[in-house]
């Protein structure tokens, strides 16, 4: 464990020892402290502690897909790892075909897990009656196109481009990642959001300990109808108020990150 983070376990612990019996949020069952923490957790996590994990994933060969990661939220970055060490991203194309149909036997769809829909398989092909490919008609080499180097087109100067090492997009729907590669790419890595309230041992980072805190408080008195209105906005602008102060400290900007923006603004390039 990290030693700027605290166990969960010990935040809820420190949080049942600081309630006596006058308190509005004693006389709560550990399972829903628990629940309101993981719940703090995961809100905290997702605006202000985000944790970006880095993982390599095989491509399944079969369909060229990759498994997203079991505690996946959003992606960050998808790329490859050459042999210096260094992320070669791969761009996303929201244009690559995932679809599927339904799956039938001797022209009859079934639901065999029962649970009422009909099953459905991969069709990852070209639709009936269209051969798709490109309707590129040679224009577009002379707007689009400036220069040919090393059998390369080169593009224009402010139209974009680029280079990738392949494209891919996203499958929530079968929570994979679709791979489109002009060579056999066997790993990807992807660097991504993780939910830490789904890992066997969540931790908080110090910084955000009080306003997890404060949360708890706050969720736990919302909806009891015997709390006073003014005890519930008092333990919400005090959840606010945290939170705003951790977000500050995680966001902290130092002498020396000043000093390296303002020279960035100095630095020229060779104009391509």
Known sequence: MARNYVPLQQVINDFM???DGNDFGAHVGDSAVRNFALR???ELGFDLLKVIKSLKLPVNSTNNTVDLPDDFVDWSKVGIVGGDGLVYVLGENKNINYSQKYSDVNNVNYDADGDGLLDREDAKGATSGNTGGTTDDGFGSYIFRNYVYSNSAGQL????????????RMNLDQNRIEIKSNTDVGEVVIEYVADEARSSNPQVHAYAEEALMAYMYYKIIERKAAVPANEKARARAEYYNERRKANARMKSFTKEELLRTIRKNYKQAPKG
Do not use: D, I, K, P
């Not at 100067?157 to 891919?168: L, M, N, T, V």
């Open 157 to 168: 100067y402010g139209h974009g481009g680029g280079r990738y090492q392949g494209e891919f």
């Open 17 to 19: 020892l600081s309630l």
């Open 40 to 42: 703090g957790v995961r």
